[in-house]
C-alpha cells in the first residue's frame, strides 16, 4: 500500500494511513491501539 504525499489532506487520507500503521508491515503500538 503506498502513501502519495499532498499539500492537503482529507478524511479519506487518513483512512489510508491508519490502513497503513495498522497492516502487518506498520507499526506494531498502532496495531494494538
Same mark, same amino acid.
Given at each position: 500500500?503506498?502513501?502519495? /504525499? @499532498?499539500?492537503? /489532506?482529507? #478524511?479519506?487520507?487518513?483512512? @489510508? #494511513?491508519?490502513? #497503513?500503521?495498522?497492516?502487518?508491515?506498520?507499526?506494531?503500538?498502532?496495531?494494538?491501539?
Amino acid at each position: 500500500m503506498d502513501f502519495q /504525499y @499532498k499539500d492537503v /489532506y482529507d #478524511i479519506n487520507d487518513l483512512l @489510508k #494511513i491508519m490502513a #497503513i500503521l495498522r497492516s502487518p508491515g506498520g507499526c506494531p503500538w498502532d496495531r494494538e491501539q
